[in-house]
């Protein structure tokens, strides 16, 4: 089985950083694409930054040099690097990763992690 768990979220200060990470149960090295999602009461669920292979990545305006998505194959965990937080990063927070040919491409979701920031 397949299962992904987000870690690291909190109640931060507007400026501070948080690290969230994401545990793959299985072999993070069989998602040929990871990343993290966020979703804010009242907003639609939206892409926060990519990776595509070891160091293909993508991010949202939004966070553009402030974030850092990242992973650890030795250890099965990827990473969101959370950087000059800011209110507007306040949301449930999502990573997910999606599977190579061996898991039929299947998409895996994380049950989220809570970010607060406080200005």
């Known amino acids: 089985q397949v299962q992904l768990e987000e870690s690291g979220g909190g109640l931060v200060q507007a400026g501070e950083s948080l690290r969230l990470s994401c545990a793959v149960s299985?072999?993070?090295?069989?998602?040929?694409?990871i990343g993290w999602h966020r979703q804010a009461p009242g907003k639609q669920r939206e892409l926060v930054a990519a990776m595509l292979g070891q160091d293909i990545t993508r991010y949202a305006d939004s966070v553009k040099g402030r974030f850092i998505i990242s992973r650890d194959n030795g250890k099965n965990i990827m990473y969101l690097q959370m950087n000059d937080l800011k209110p507007e990063d306040t949301a449930l927070y999502f990573c997910n990763g999606r599977g190579d040919y061996s898991l039929n491409y299947t998409t895996y979701w994380g049950q989220g992690t809570q970010v607060t920031v406080s200005s």
């Open positions: 299985g072999t993070i090295v069989s998602m040929y694409a």
